[in-house]
C-alpha cells in the first residue's frame, strides 16, 4: 500500500514583535548653584574717586575711567574735601592726582 503523501502547507511566519518603548531615565534635579559670594570687604573700595587738575586751572572730581565730572572747584583743597566725603558715604577710595597727572597718593576711607 501506497502511503498518501500530504504536503503540509509551509509555515506561518510569526509576525515581528513590536519594539518595545525606550524607557526614559527620569529627570535629574537641577543642580544647585554655589552660593553667591559675600559682599566685598570694607578695606576693599568699590568705587574709585578721582581729583584732577584740568587745563583751565579748576580741579574736578570724577569716577575712575569716567569721562565727565561729577563737580567742579576752584581749588584742590576743596575737591579733596569733596571727595573724601563722598568715598566715606559710598565706602570707596578716593586718588588725588598731582597738577602734572601723576598719582599723588591713594587715600582710602573707613
Known sequence: MAKKVTKK??????????A?????????????????KAAKPAAEATRVYHVVKRE???????????E????????????VAYSKEMAKNQKGAML??????QN???IKSK
Do not use: M, Y
Request: net charge positive; aromatic share 6%; proline share 10%.
Open 9 to 18: 502547507a509551509p509555515a506561518k511566519k510569526a509576525p515581528a514583535k513590536k
Open 20 to 36: 518595545a518603548p525606550k524607557k526614559v531615565a527620569p529627570k535629574k534635579a537641577p543642580a544647585k548653584k554655589p552660593a553667591k
Open 56 to 66: 583751565d586751572g579748576k580741579w574736578e572730581v570724577k569716577f575712575a575711567g569716567g
Open 68 to 79: 565727565k565730572a561729577i563737580k567742579l572747584f576752584s581749588t584742590q583743597v576743596e575737591a
Open 96 to 101: 588725588v592726582h598731582n597738577s602734572k597727572g
Open 104 to 106: 599723588k597718593g591713594r
